[in-house]
């Protein structure tokens, strides 16, 4: 069934009869101006910033202004460090494993983080670490007033996220982090599906660490980095050289550093803009829809993120009906998607049909033309899926 879908999407695309991409929240093409500040340091620039050399200090020096501009658009300038790493999921590797939390003390995560955070708390049972884990609101909001109920003195930890990857609603990050540093723990925030719609400023938002993925933000896979507030005790993720203040051996890789300081500097200058078409582009979509129901449209959300429920079709078939129709979205975050069971966030939000939902999520380069095409699509799909006897819908009507 799978080539049987790639075929086809490949014969779409040989035909040049253009898919339309609603996947966003999985990854983001390279933006030409971040491809352009990366390319130098592939050739001409390539030297090793470790070297002691007038060319190593010249790739040493690239990198410092590149970890000045992350900082800087994060508006954490004057307030904390920048550990480059391979991307999201490892830097939630190293703010939870890495924090020096003991046997017997207590960490608290929501139930709506992802896969990477849950696996992280896994370990850290292993280890005799007792974790708490927060529901969120039927709208997919982490109240504050839920984190106070499970604090107590020994809570050294607590991770909530900015940006929900699956309904993106936002969470009141400050108050939360208000609440955790009431008890004297230090608060994690993965902002990772932030980044081009919210105007992050880790002073405001009085984070101790957070982190970005830079194929969210278009940007190449494979970077990022943690932000780490000063006199926060991290211990070192990857043992090896004095790399990344000694807590991420290994040679930096400079062209993805200049890629990520470039593509986030962008990000963080044009929220206002990229929010404004995003509306517009997501208002379209809804509007030519004549089936559906968008979770958690009343919360406080990112509109780049839509988590729609189609009841009586059964999500994931939803999804590769409409991948062989030219529409490319997912039934949760790309890290999970060969699950038959629905995303953790929609379960723990109670969504009473979660398997008849389907995550469509937006970028820049989606026209409203496309947007209403491609519900269109959705509608056509839905009504065939629905009158064919075999729609997988059973059990979630
Ligand atoms: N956190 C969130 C909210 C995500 O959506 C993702 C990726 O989908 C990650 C973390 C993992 O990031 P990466 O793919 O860079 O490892």
């Given at each position: 069934?799978?080539?049987?879908?790639?075929a086809?999407?490949?014969?779409?695309?040989?035909?040049?009869?253009?898919?339309?991409?609603?996947?966003?929240?999985?990854?983001?093409?390279?933006?030409?101006?971040?491809?352009?500040?990366?390319?130098?340091?592939?050739g001409?620039s390539?030297y090793?910033?470790?070297?002691?050399?007038?060319?190593?200090?010249?790739?040493?020096?690239?990198?410092?202004q590149?970890?000045?501009?992350c900082?800087?658009?994060?508006?954490g300038?004057?307030s904390?460090?920048i550990?480059?790493?391979?991307?999201?999921?490892?830097?939630?590797?190293?703010?939870?494993?890495?924090?020096?939390?003991?046997?017997?003390?207590?960490?608290?995560?929501?139930?709506?983080?992802h896969?990477?955070?849950?696996?992280?708390?896994?370990?850290?049972?292993e280890r005799?670490?007792?974790?708490?884990?927060v529901?969120?609101?039927?709208?997919?909001?982490?109240?504050?007033?839920?984190?106070?109920?499970?604090?107590?003195?020994?809570?050294?930890?607590?991770?909530?996220?900015l940006?929900?990857?699956?309904?993106?609603?936002?969470?009141?990050?400050?108050?939360?982090?208000?609440?955790?540093h009431?008890?004297?723990?230090?608060?994690?925030?993965?902002?990772?599906?932030?980044?081009?719609?919210?105007?992050?400023?880790?002073?405001?938002?009085?984070?101790?660490?957070?982190?970005?993925?830079?194929?969210?933000?278009y940007?190449p896979?494979?970077s990022?980095?943690?932000?780490?507030?000063?006199?926060v005790?991290?211990g070192?993720?990857?043992?090896?050289?004095?790399?990344?203040?000694?807590?991420?051996?290994?040679?930096?890789?400079?062209?993805s550093?200049?890629?990520?300081?470039?593509?986030?500097?962008?990000?963080?200058?044009?929220?206002?803009?990229?929010?404004?078409?995003?509306?517009?582009?997501t208002n379209?979509?809804?509007?030519?829809?004549?089936?559906?129901?968008?979770i958690?449209?009343?919360?406080?959300?990112?509109?780049?993120?839509?988590?729609?429920?189609?009841d009586?079709?059964?999500?994931?078939?939803?999804?590769?009906?409409?991948?062989?129709?030219?529409?490319?979205?997912?039934?949760?975050?790309?890290?999970?998607a060969?699950?038959?069971?629905?995303?953790?966030?929609?379960?723990?939000?109670?969504?009473?049909?979660?398997?008849?939902?389907?995550?469509?999520?937006?970028?820049?380069?989606?026209?409203?033309?496309?947007?209403?095409?491609?519900?269109?699509?959705?509608?056509?799909?839905?009504?065939?899926?629905?009158?064919?006897?075999?729609?997988g819908?059973?059990?979630?009507?």
């Amino acid at each position: 069934m799978i080539i049987g879908i790639c075929a086809e999407a490949e014969r779409k695309i040989m035909s040049n009869n253009s898919l339309i991409y609603l996947d966003y929240a999985a990854t983001t093409p390279v933006a030409a101006e971040v491809i352009a500040a990366a390319m130098p340091y592939f050739g001409a620039s390539f030297y090793n910033p470790s070297s002691l050399h007038m060319m190593g200090q010249m790739s040493s020096m690239s990198l410092r202004q590149a970890r000045r501009k992350c900082l800087s658009a994060i508006n954490g300038h004057d307030s904390g460090n920048i550990i480059f790493t391979s991307g999201g999921t490892e830097a939630i590797n190293q703010a939870i494993k890495c924090s020096y939390v003991k046997s017997g003390e207590h960490i608290v995560i929501s139930a709506i983080e992802h896969d990477a955070v849950f696996a992280c708390a896994e370990k850290m049972k292993e280890r005799g670490v007792i974790v708490d884990v927060v529901d969120p609101t039927a709208n997919g909001i982490i109240e504050p007033s839920e984190l106070k109920k499970v604090m107590c003195p020994q809570t050294k930890l607590v991770c909530v996220m900015l940006v929900n990857n699956i309904v993106g609603t936002i969470q009141p990050i400050k108050v939360l982090a208000e609440v955790a540093h009431e008890y004297g723990a230090l608060f994690f925030t993965d902002a990772v599906q932030a980044v081009n719609s919210i105007d992050i400023n880790v002073k405001d938002l009085n984070v101790d660490m957070l982190c970005v993925s830079g194929h969210k933000f278009y940007a190449p896979k494979g970077s990022g980095f943690l932000y780490v507030k000063n006199g926060v005790q991290l211990g070192s993720f990857i043992d090896g050289g004095s790399q990344e203040s000694g807590l991420r051996g290994g040679t930096v890789d400079v062209p993805s550093a200049m890629a990520l300081a470039t593509a986030i500097t962008m990000a963080q200058n044009n929220v206002e803009q990229y929010n404004e078409k995003i509306l517009e582009v997501t208002n379209a979509f809804v509007a030519a829809l004549n089936c559906g129901e968008v979770i958690a449209k009343n919360s406080n959300k990112s509109n780049d993120i839509l988590s729609i429920a189609f009841d009586g079709v059964n999500g994931g078939r939803l999804a590769v009906a409409l991948s062989v129709a030219g529409v490319c979205c997912s039934v949760g975050s790309a890290c999970s998607a060969g699950s038959a069971v629905p995303p953790q966030t929609l379960l723990a939000m109670r969504v009473k049909n979660a398997e008849s939902c389907v995550r469509f999520s937006f970028g820049s380069p989606v026209t409203v033309k496309q947007a209403i095409e491609a519900a269109e699509t959705v509608n056509e799909t839905v009504a065939k899926l629905k009158s064919s006897s075999d729609n997988g819908s059973e059990g979630n009507k």
